[in-house]
């Protein structure tokens, strides 16, 4: 009894490993549901053959409801003062975990010969389904950050192993998924290439169809193992929720959280008004925003890219896996570089060298030699995915201290309204930037009746400057966001923890 009594600060368990691993563990079930939307868009223009516009359409349509969800499951979280076993956090994570279960496949559902308003319908109750069960689970995940502790530096922590569950949770559907979706076309006697261009002989049943621009073998997506996967992704995720539940320990009183100063009637324009003011919480969330019109609006644009330009659409996984390994390099060392520099010097560093990296891709669409060229955008992809790494170890710590700085200059703390609006921007660009870019697309020659396989040279061509162009508006979006808006440096952001402490103390006495 001694002994447990000494593990043990104000009847919790001392923050450590365990922690850390649960939080990660939470990111990874998060991403076996969100890492499928670049999939959902590739599977509805490729497999589906929905139009480029009406699919654009529909996608903000979705995308719209589901940044409006954010705010109002935060508010619902935030003002929920019943007593649950698990904790009201725990409690919402598993009800949302347990509807991903099956809610991540529904948008899949692979019948591409209905007719165009049945697609639509399905497509429009699909997102909606799938996007319920994962704002009930996220919404109060990333939530926990700031009631897990409150020390800065186990809160930089938090969030680089939540950057690491991400990354985990990202393998599977970036890497693995592509190889498993993505098949090479033999001639079955069908089709409008019956001629091989390389010898200039017929081709016979079995044969590789080759691609006359390229000489490469054509890709096709099978769509019918795009929802058998996004299930047992679900269960994946299913269990790292439960393992993260089990093992995390919430070490400050959920429901002492307040959403407003005297107890009245939540007012979601006063957050709102509130959120505008807080500039830690503006400058991190135009920083996602950034990420998420270039990195994530990129993923269709760059599937159609490999499947059309350099025809390795399977393969394409393993590229992006490449151009992103640098950002582990930052893991052993993101706490000493935090407590050394601060978590936004430390960041404006990184986004500055993500900024290099996406000018160095623009060389790429240049070059002729295709596999020359395939190089060039690999050495750019590396340079923006290792200043990618720097920003996103610390990203969520970020908005952690523009909790605390919410209550720091306002009196409240408002921890599921401040993530909650923070996500409503994300989701919000999440949705406006692949519509926009679904819709350029279209402007750039793709044609969805066509697929992969009869897109012309100058329409795969201009998927090479649209994808470079991309991740070039992320890198400065994302420079403006943290360099610029986001004004909590090393010392700034001293002064408030310590003033936050001893004001905590004073009402504790």
């Known amino acids: 009894m001694a002994k447990k009594s000494k593990e043990l600060v104000n009847g919790k368990r001392p923050f450590g490993k365990r922690d850390l691993i649960a939080y990660a563990a939470g990111d990874f079930g998060c991403n076996m549901s969100f890492a499928l ?6 599977f509805w ?9 009406l699919l654009s359409a529909l996608l903000l349509l979705v995308q719209i409801w589901d940044a409006v969800n954010d705010p109002l499951i935060g508010t619902m979280i935030d003002n929920d003062k019943r007593n649950y076993k698990m904790g009201k956090f725990k409690t919402y994570i598993f009800i949302g975990a347990c509807g991903l279960l099956v809610a991540g496949a529904a948008v899949f559902l692979p019948f591409p010969n209905a007719s165009v308003v049945v697609k639509a319908i399905l497509f429009v109750l699909g997102y ?8 009930v689970a996220n919404v109060p995940y990333g939530s926990m950050l700031s009631i897990i502790t409150h020390d800065s530096g186990e809160r930089a922590q938090l969030s680089t192993w939540r950057s690491i569950g991400s990354m985990f949770g990202n393998i599977v559907p970036m890497v693995i998924l592509p190889m498993l979706i ?6 079955d006697g069908t089709g409008d290439y019956h001629t091989n261009p390389v010898t200039g002989e017929a081709y016979k049943i079995g044969d590789a169809v080759l691609d006359p621009l390229t000489g490469q073998q054509f890709e096709t997506l099978l769509g019918n193992r795009v929802f058998w996967a996004a299930l047992i992704m679900g269960v994946f995720g299913f269990v790292a929720f439960m393992f993260m539940i089990k093992n995390i320990t919430i070490r400050v009183d959920e ?37 998420f019109l270039g990195m994530q609006s990129a993923t269709t644009a760059n599937t159609i890219m490999f499947a059309t330009y350099f025809n390795k659409a399977s393969m394409s996984g393993v590229v992006q896996m490449i151009g992103f390994a640098p950002m582990v390099l930052f893991l052993p060392f993101i706490k000493k570089l935090v407590n050394k520099y601060g978590k936004k010097e430390t960041s404006v560093v990184g986004t500055i060298v993500s900024v290099i990296g996406s000018l160095v891709m623009l060389i790429f669409p240049m070059i002729e030699n295709r596999n020359i060229a395939l190089i060039v955008y690999l050495i750019g992809l590396v340079g923006f995915g290792l200043g990618m790494g720097v920003y996103t170890c610390v990203s969520w710590a970020l908005m952690g201290d523009a909790i605390d700085y919410n209550e720091w200059k ?15 921007f994300r989701k919000l660009a999440q949705g406006i930037g692949p519509s926009i870019v679904l819709l350029i697309m279209g402007v750039l020659g793709y044609q969805s009746e066509l697929g992969t396989i009869g897109q012309s040279f100058e329409t795969s061509h201009n998927m090479c400057w649209l994808v470079a162009g991309l991740y070039l508006f992320s890198a400065v979006l994302q420079f403006i966001g943290i360099a610029v808006i986001y004004n909590l440096d090393k010392k700034t952001l001293e002064k408030m923890n310590s003033e936050l402490e001893a004001s905590r103390k004073t009402e504790e006495a």
Request: glycine share 10%.
């Open 45 to 53: 223009l490729v497999f589906m053959m929905m139009e480029t516009g």
């Open 255 to 291: 429901n002492s959280v307040k959403t407003n100063e005297n107890g009245g009637k939540f007012n979601v324009f006063k957050a709102f008004s509130n959120f505008m003011k807080n500039r830690p919480a503006v400058g991190a969330t135009v920083a996602a925003m950034g990420m």
């Open 182 to 187: 993505w098949e090479k076309v033999t001639y």
């Open 128 to 135: 909606i389904l799938w996007d319920a069960f994962y704002t």
């Open 410 to 424: 306002f009196g409240t703390r408002e921890e599921g309204v401040v993530y909650s609006l923070h996500s409503f």
């Open 37 to 42: 939307k670049g999939t959902v868009q590739t």
